[in-house]
């Protein structure tokens, strides 16, 4: 049950209109990600998605956590992480991602999401999913609350291979 709320929750946030008509459709589960595609106009859109394992900081209340990463052939727009952190993010406070030895800070917040700050930056960033084993994002609240992140990137390629299958990337 809580993969397909994430489903409907990552389509909410992927989508730019605020009212869809479909809903997603799962390709698959692996190890801990969920590969999906829905329609998007005359093409599609795939994604997949991870909560945390674990989750730190000293917060009384969060929203959904969870990353994303989204292909979408019809705008020529793939590997695009993103990052929801269930609190509004401190306004120009830094984020760092940790992937095994690799720490990767260049990510900019909206409201509850982080991004890379470029195509590059999302490439590295998925390159190196492929090779760990963990991935830990580090953030600040607008209230000033440090949180810590962990996802697990077990299913993760196998994930990525299925999206890339269905959106032919």
Request: aromatic content about 12%; overall charge positive; some cysteine.
């Amino acid at each position: 049950m809580k993969k397909i709320a994430l489903a409907i929750i990552c389509a909410f946030y992927l989508l730019s209109a605020p009212v869809f008509a479909a809903s997603p459709t799962l390709i698959g589960d692996y190890g801990d990600w969920s590969a999906y595609y829905m329609p998007e106009g005359k093409s599609i859109m795939c994604y997949m998605t991870s909560f945390p394992s674990k989750s730190e900081g000293k917060y009384t209340s969060r929203g959904e956590v969870f990353m994303a990463i989204t292909h979408r052939p019809a705008d020529k727009t793939f590997d695009v992480v993103n990052f929801v952190a269930g609190y509004t993010y401190k306004k120009d406070a830094p984020i760092t991602v940790k992937i095994g030895n690799t720490v990767i800070k260049d990510l900019f917040t909206d409201k509850d999401k982080a991004w890379a700050l470029s195509e590059n930056v999302d490439k590295k960033l998925v390159a190196e999913m492929k090779r760990g084993n963990q991935l830990i994002i580090e953030g600040s609240s607008f209230k000033g609350t440090l949180t810590k992140d962990t996802y697990s990137l077990k299913g993760f390629s196998a994930a990525y291979r299925a999206i890339s299958e269905k959106c032919r990337r």
